[in-house]
Every structure is written in structure tokens, then in C-alpha cells.
């Protein structure tokens, strides 16, 4: 979930201003009040999310002058935040050479992580400084964004894109005209060189202001090339874990797929077809996989539900590895929906 709001603080700047002109001190902080809603459901958010408060000097685009993240606790939606008391606000800000603007974000990279969620960006990563400029970003978000990969984004494929291009999807003279404004050599359709990130999508990455989007500290090889990183780092992910199970995934099931001795454990060599499920498994990393670690991961699919397992469907429930999903894989009431007796 992602909430972004852009108000006018002009009254701010001037109030600033006049203090500064008498000789009185600028405030230090500035405090930030509001209720969150879902929208989804009408209902008020609760618990920890976080916000992103970034000052700009034009209501719509223009550049950031200000930003900081911090994470709030809601209380039925409310929230109470003391802006410039983690990033100082800078000399100048508010004196009055223009209006300013206040926008708050939820979830930060929430469209974004939804967007690029399952894209592997260490292959953008020309240099390999696990780290992303510009450019490099810039041809990351090409890349989601081209479903065909035809290395080429129509309408439709560019109608995915946080912001104002999601209106492209309803037609029409706004996105007649958006279109073409990207669409630089006029051949209807838009080239890797023609879509750069937005200054503002990039902020949003760009959580400490370096310039790039950074990985963080190296992980665990087989998750990072799937495109999952540690928090550390700052490229988005709506998931944190994602499991190599179905999401009707059964201890029993596992011991009745692979157990081929009935020892209730499970060695690299009854996975042998499976060794990405193998790695996850074996937590301690001692060679076998025992009842506490098949527990421990069925939990984990259970909490998380649908989003703690893969997207594509031969991949969340081809669970012996063959290339094919069986009827005896699939549950009860799939089976029924596909027909199958």
C-alpha cells in the first residue's frame, strides 16, 4: 500500500520569513498530523508503517529541497510526526523565494515494490558496486515495465508506471498527448533511451541521498539473484521471504514426495531435483532437514499466505521438480475448478 498527498506550506515559508526578518529564530521542526484510511476498505490503518516527508518547491514534479523517513506507529489512523527532527531542515528553506510543498508517502516504494517485485537487478548492475545510478535504474524500470521483452514499451506496457502514467490505460487526449512527450523519435512506441526514472521515484529509492540505490551488505546468493535483498539495502521488495512451497504445503506431503528411505528426514540427495528447496530448507545447514525446520518453513507459508510463495503457477505447485505440475500436487479445490476428477 502506498499513500502519497502534495499540500501547499506556503504559509509556512512566509511565517518563516517574517520570523527571520524580526530577528526571531526559525523553528527547528515543524510537526506533521493526519489520519491514515485504506482506501480498500474505508477502515482507518493500523500499526507500524513507514512515512517519507520530502518538502518540494512545485506542486506537481520539481525537486525535492528536503526529505525524511521515519516510522510511525497509527493509533485508528492517527499520526503525529516532528518533521526536521531527524533531518535538519537546511539554511534558506523556508525564506520565502517561493512556495513550498509538503508531500507525505506510506510505504515509500510501494508501487514500485509491486512493479519490480521478482526483477533481478544485479543484472543492471554494470559495474557491479551493488549499487544502481541513474542510468542504471532507469533501465532496470524499462525492463519491468516490458512484458514482451521487445526491448520496447506500448501504451498498455507504459500504463504500468507509478504516477500520472497509469492514466494512459484509460486512452484518450491526456494520454494521446503524455505518450507522445516520451515518445521522442515518433515511431509509437518508447525506447530504452527515451524513459528515465523520475526524480521522484528515485528519491524514493534513495533513502540516504548518495546518488544510487544501494543493495547493502552481500546475502544469500540464490535469493539475491531472484531479486529478494536484506532490508539494509534499499531496493524495494513487497515481500521480504518468498518460499519455494505451495501455499497448501503439508510436512506430510514433503516426507511422502521425497522421504525415499521413511527416515522422516530429508537429505540433498532426495531433493536432488529440488536443491533450491533443499538449501531453504536445511536452516541449521547440517545436510538434513528434520521436523523442526519443515515446521518452521510450513509456518511461514501459513502466515504469510498467497504472498509468501511464487507468482507463476508450475513454480508455487510443481513441487517434486519435474517440469510439470501432477494432479496429485494440485489441492482438492483446484482440481475440481480445472476439471480434473
Known amino acids: 500500500m502506498k499513500r502519497v498527498l502534495r499540500t501547499s506550506i506556503l504559509s509556512l515559508a512566509i511565517t518563516a520569513a517574517l520570523a527571520t526578518s524580526v530577528g526571531a ?9 493526519g489520519r491514515l ?22 506542486a506537481t514534479g520539481g525537486t525535492a529541497l ?35 510543498f509538503l508531500e507525505t508517502r506510506v510505504d515509500r516504494d510501494g508501487d514500485l515494490a509491486r512493479l519490480l517485485d521478482g526483477l533481478a537487478p544485479l543484472e543492471f548492475d554494470t559495474d557491479g558496486n551493488r549499487r544502481l545510478d541513474r542510468s542504471e535504474m532507469s533501465r532496470a524500470l524499462f ?12 501504451l498498455d506496457e507504459l500504463s504500468r508506471h507509478p504516477g500520472d502514467l497509469r492514466q494512459l490505460r484509460y486512452r484518450g487526449p491526456f494520454a494521446e498527448r503524455r505518450f507522445k512527450e516520451l515518445d521522442l523519435n515518433g515511431d509509437g512506441r518508447i525506447q530504452p533511451k527515451e524513459l528515465k526514472i523520475a526524480n521522484v521515484d528515485f528519491d524514493a529509492l534513495d533513502v540516504d541521498r548518495n546518488g544510487t540505490v544501494d543493495f547493502g551488505p552481500a546475502g544469500n546468493a540464490f535469493w539475491e539473484a531472484r531479486g529478494y535483498f536484506a532490508r539494509a539495502g534499499e531496493w524495494p521488495s513487497r515481500r521480504a521471504y518468498v518460499a ?6 503439508t510436512a506430510e506431503q514433503l516426507l511422502a514426495t521425497f522421504d525415499a528411505d521413511k527416515d522422516k528426514l530429508l537429505t540433498a540427495r532426495e531433493l536432488k531435483k529440488r536443491p533450491d528447496l533443499f538449501l531453504e530448507l536445511d536452516v541449521n545447514r547440517d545436510g538434513t532437514v528434520d521436523a523442526n525446520e519443515l515446521a518452521q518453513r510450513i509456518r511461514t507459508v501459513d502466515g504469510q499466505g498467497v504472498d509468501g510463495v511464487p507468482d507463476s503457477f508450475r513454480d508455487r505447485w510443481d513441487l ?11 489441492p482438492a479445490a483446484a482440481k475440481r475448478a480445472l476439471g480434473i476428477p
Open 143 to 154: 525492463a519491468a515495465l516490458d512484458l514482451d521483452g521487445d526491448k520496447s514499451l506500448d
Open 37 to 58: 484510511i485504506d482506501k480498500a476498505t474505508g477502515k482507518p490503518v493500523t500499526g507500524a508503517k513507514d512515512f517519507t516527508f520530502s518538502v518540494y518547491n512545485a
Open 244 to 249: 519455494q512451497l505451495s501455499p497448501r504445503a
Open 66 to 100: 528536503w526529505t525524511e523517513t521515519q516510522s510511525l506507529t497509527l493509533d485508528d489512523g492517527y499520526f503525529s510526526a516532528p518533521l526536521g527532527g531527524t533531518t535538519p531542515f537546511p539554511t534558506g528553506l523556508f525564506d520565502g523565494s517561493g512556495p513550498r
Open 320 to 330: 517434486d521438480g519435474n517440469g510439470k505440475v501432477d494432479p496429485v500436487e494440485l
Open 25 to 33: 529564530a526559525v523553528p527547528g521542526t515543524l510537526t506533521q498530523q
